[in-house]
């Protein structure tokens, strides 16, 4: 049984789209770990097969052999999505060399907003490194992802798009190892990759 249903019950209100940012959650109550993420159970991350901003497919399962964290993100939201962009990016940033080794795959939650030029455009404005992959795709594309990480993405209206927002940290044999809230920090996901990388050294 999958660990993200409990865990993003505690991750209700720290969807974005609104006018101010998101309440910080509470997670359940964990053993004391050495990561600064939730741990979860070892299971497969569900599948993933989009495109990019230029076309070209992109899948988890093409990740094999990566560290390779997944989140949700559009490129209009006015509050949370940017600073989770900001901190994976920076993050992949502050791994240096060893980042060759780990990717960031931010699916979107707009169809409809998050066109290839504005994906683009997104990509130059926030300098994000070449790890980093936002991924795109129709709403019949993207709707069987968000329901099997259970992202209910909703578009009340006003181009606001409503979402659980969350990261999840799969490791290179396609399993989910460790959650992340909306406020994670590049500092916390660094400490994490670094002692995973050493440890599968």
Known sequence: MRALPLLLAALALAGCGGTKAAPKPTFPAAPKSVYRGVAVPHVAAPPIALH??????????????HWTLVTFLYTHCPDVCPLIAANLNQSLRLLHASRTGVRVLAVSVDPRGDTPAAVRAYVREKHLVPQFHYLI????????????????????????????????????????????????????????????LHTAA
């Open 137 to 196: 795709g129709s709403r019949a594309q993207l709707q069987p992802v968000w329901a099997t990480y259970h992202v209910a993405a909703q578009t009340p209206g006003g181009g606001v798009v409503t979402h659980v927002a969350y990261t999840v940290l799969v490791d290179p044999q396609g399993k989910e190892r460790l959650i992340y809230d909306a406020q994670v920090k590049a500092a916390q996901v660094v400490h994490d990759l670094r002692l995973l």
């Open 52 to 65: 990019d901003a230029a076309g070209r497919p992109v899948s988890l399962a093409a990740q094999r052999g």
